[in-house]
């Protein structure tokens, strides 16, 4: 299913693999999910074609991108993950500085022909840095690496938070942290950062957060308590999901979706869409697809010649199932509102880049594969 | 392989990455497994809850409000009517701009501050999809210029609506009652009987009167319109209707023209007229003076008007006919002499002195006679026609609080009539058991002397006098009055008449023979007697008696003189009456508020009653 794990010759590569340096395997898979994105973004938008023909001009170039970074050879990659990390958190602080305010936070760097969110591009220049670090000394890391790992994590991860962009910066540090787990962190010390964590969100949750998203979490625990504000997103995704049952309401005939009720239907909820239109059968569907590009992903990590490529490529792919579980857990009213799309499948640009450019790192890790690495 | 001194650590490497991620793996199925049980959970175990949410989200019912039945009198004269009304809406998001559109409107109809005022008000609270009134109440014409120019006003809309309107005002307002808007406490009411349902949509509730009464048969069944509605509440389409059942119509037993003839008879007195078929109960008239225009009641009376309505010291919102308490007087004496007869305390020809005043034995107080030099001898027949006083107190002292507490109890009097109005006074029929519940006193000779002329504690309601007339009229059968005829369906011009309701067991008389003598001594009332000048040409025979109550109690050494009294300290004058006495039709009580004297104002009002009454029937034979 996942391909042969002796797949290591040259000699038994695709033209696929050899000349474009892409993974059949991961790209059907891609494929197959933006194809379903798309045709539930064809629903969620009352089968208006022009919406979905901008989506699919931004896969063109999201693909675009996965197609360049699959031939930059892992070691290049390797070689400039600490300049790529600098370069992002120098712009991280100019958005501090002069970023453009957008939905009341500053995420936005104008470049002049393009708005930019460098937090984005973070989500890929922190696992690859840290990756880097590491792979420098030998696994498991000493206390002094991790420490050193730590505040690689924690500085853009405060600087994202900061603007306020809590999703995005939960999905940052968890991004390094998968590095740091897979490199060997002691169970130990994983358990002990746990526990650190609690003082710590505790700490945020009186000082570090905003009213917004103190509610957003208060709602979670009893959405009913604000049910026109911030609970109102979470009442009507889980009615438009417990309405759907078992085999859904049907393609396009989705109520909560199609007369308005669902807030954000395009966007972050785009998982109720489905829910309501293709039921539970719909929606395991979905998770199967997912859990075999992550599968894809954890292979192609096991696969992986060096520290640095396997250790890139497993925290990417775990990171794409925080993506997952993320927003389906706020859609189906377990986890709170954080804004975290769902990957490949809700509407907008940046986020899609970002996820196809690291999918192309992972395809250049499976096919610069040499039969005897240098 | 190439780097010799890192191939163990290589291994090594595998041996942890390999073991990171089974465990990883094991975390992501945990993690879908945890979100396939939330799916599970929502989308089948809470399915249904779910699915009924969904569905509420997404239909909505709105209610279409019945038309309210009308209400006729007995020959089809519209009482009650429900009048189209016009407002001028305008729905926001057709209209391009507002402003412009407003200034434009000016030009062909005029538009106050106030209705300007209320629309910008409005404006920014409505969803752009909803008409907003501009104008209530448009005139035909305006209506009419609306309509030409609708082509220059997209956004525009003149809407109809039905308002409830009583074409002759202040006619028999006291029986139709009013409509009002919907209160706090009609809701509360209409919870406790479980009908609000029925009323979503319903703007007006009966507030008074027979409106009140017959709210169950004027209002109708709610429809409904299902209708699927988007998330700001836009009407997407209508799934399916159910329409209103419009309210049905009443006809009622009254007369518009005895009405009509009855209030004007009642002149500027204030006062009371009831006039019952005595055959069936049906009321003809129900007068109470003065009254009061229903139509401001509908939309909500301005408090100004209210306040006059209260503060009148004539107080035109009291219905005296229904809880109006007054003594009796003299009117009780045909019944007191039946009494009399039926308990064989005296002989129909057995006569009484009358001195001018009567005495109980070992008391000084002397009860005076109206007329100061007393009667002379007389016997039931002439004492009744005279209304001699000495007579009945003599008698009542005969016969007793107690039997002639309980025979007047047959007539009705100190009991609810049981007519289809809210809100019956009962009066007071005194006796030794209602002294000593209410006042815990025990029951004085003196005060059956009294009894005996209808005065004393003795109280009744204009609508018991006209049931007990009736009663005298028929007999001894006792009637219910009601004002219900009949009920038709609403576009049917055929009502169905209701069934008359049971009346109170008859009076017991040993004798029938009895009646004619309290009947005869009625007759001589207006033949020879206190009321003989409304028995001048008259066509028609008619019995009758007059009654003059004290509204202010005269000292034992002073006299009654009018001339020296406040009006509102004058008598008041009351007059029973039925006719024709071989087949009695029509029984009338007219009370006249400080009319002086039963004889001088109350008896030639009911004589007009009659006499329309009698009109009437004529032409209709003819």
Known sequence: ?374 | MQRRTVIKDRNAETRLLTNRILVAVIGILVGIGVLLGRLFYLQVVSHQHFATLSQENRVKLVAIPPNRGLIYDRNGILLADNRPSFRLVLTPEDVNDIEETLARLQEIIELSESDLNRFRELLPRSRRFEPIPLKFKLTEEEVARLAVNRHRFPGLDVRAELTRSYPWGELASHVIGYVGRISAQDLQRLEAQGKEANYRGTSHIGKLGIEHYYEDILHGQVGYEKVETNAVGRTIRVLERIAPVPGRDIHLSLDARLQAAAEAALEDYNGAIVAIDPRSGEVLAFVSRPTFDPNLFVNGIDLTTYQAYQNDPNRPLYNRALRGEYPPASTVKPFIGLAALHHKVIGANESIYCPGHFTLPNVDHRYRDWKRGGHGRLNLNEAVAQSCDVYFYDVAMRLGIDDLSAFMSYFGFGAPTGIDLNGERTGILPSREWKRRTRNQPWYHGETVITGIGQGFWLATPLQMAQATATMANRGQRVVPHLLRAVSEPGSDRPVPVPRRTSGEPVPVHDAKLWDHAIESMKNVIRIGTARRVGIDLSYSMAGKTGTAQVRSIAQNERYDASKLERRFHDHGLFIAFAPIEAPEIAVAVVAENGGSGSGVAAPIARKVIDTYMENKARHAR
């Open chain 1, 1 to 374: 299913m996942l391909g042969d794990p002796a797949a290591g010759s040259p000699l038994r590569q695709s033209w696929l693999q050899r000349y474009l340096r892409l993974d059949g395997v991961l790209l059907s898979a891609l494929l197959l999910l933006t194809g379903v994105g798309l045709g539930i973004l064809y629903s969620a938008f009352d089968g208006h074609l022009l919406e979905v023909r901008k989506q699919l001009i931004r896969f063109v170039i999201a693909f675009g991108a996965m197609l360049v970074m699959a031939q930059i050879s892992p070691a290049t990659l390797r070689r400039w993950s600490p300049w790529v990390y600098g370069a992002t958190l120098i712009m991280l602080l100019a958005v501090m500085a002069f970023g453009h305010i957008g939905k009341g936070a500053q995420r936005w760097l104008d470049l002049g022909f393009v708005r930019f969110q460098p937090s984005e591009l973070m989500k890929l220049a922190l696992p690859m840095t840290v990756a880097w670090f590491l792979s420098r000394h030998e696994l498991p890391p000493r206390f002094p690496q991790v420490l050193i790992a730590l505040v690689l994590i924690l500085v853009p991860t405060a600087l994202i938070a900061e603007q306020p962009d809590l999703g995005t910066a939960i999905l940052v540090a968890t991004a390094g942290f998968f590095v740091l787990y897979m490199a060997g962190l002691r169970w130990r010390l994983i358990l002990g950062t746990i526990v650190a964590l609690i003082p710590i969100g505790v700490l945020m949750w009186h000082f570090g957060m905003h009213d917004y998203q103190r509610r957003r979490v208060l709602t979670l625990f009893d959405p009913h308590s604000d049910p026109l504000g911030s609970g109102y997103h979470i009442i009507q995704s889980t009615i438009a999901l417990g309405s759907g049952g078992v085999y859904g309401k049907g393609y396009l005939r989705g109520t909560q979706s199609h007369l308005d009720f669902l807030p954000e239907r395009h966007t972050d909820f785009i998982f109720a869409v489905l829910g309501e239109e293709f039921g539970l059968m719909g929606a395991a569907l979905l998770l199967l697809l997912y859990f075999l590009i992550i599968a894809r992903g954890l292979y192609i990590g096991l696969c992986a010649q060096d520290t640095y490529s396997r250790l890139l490529a497993c925290s990417l792919s775990l990171t794409f199932f925080v993506y997952v579980f993320v927003n389906i857990g706020m859609v189906s009213g377990l986890l709170p509102v954080v804004g975290v799309p769902l990957p490949l499948v809700s509407y907008g640009g940046t986020s899609m880049v970002t996820l196809l450019a690291a999918f192309g790192m992972l395809m250049s890790i499976h096919t610069h594969r040499k039969l005897w690495p240098s």
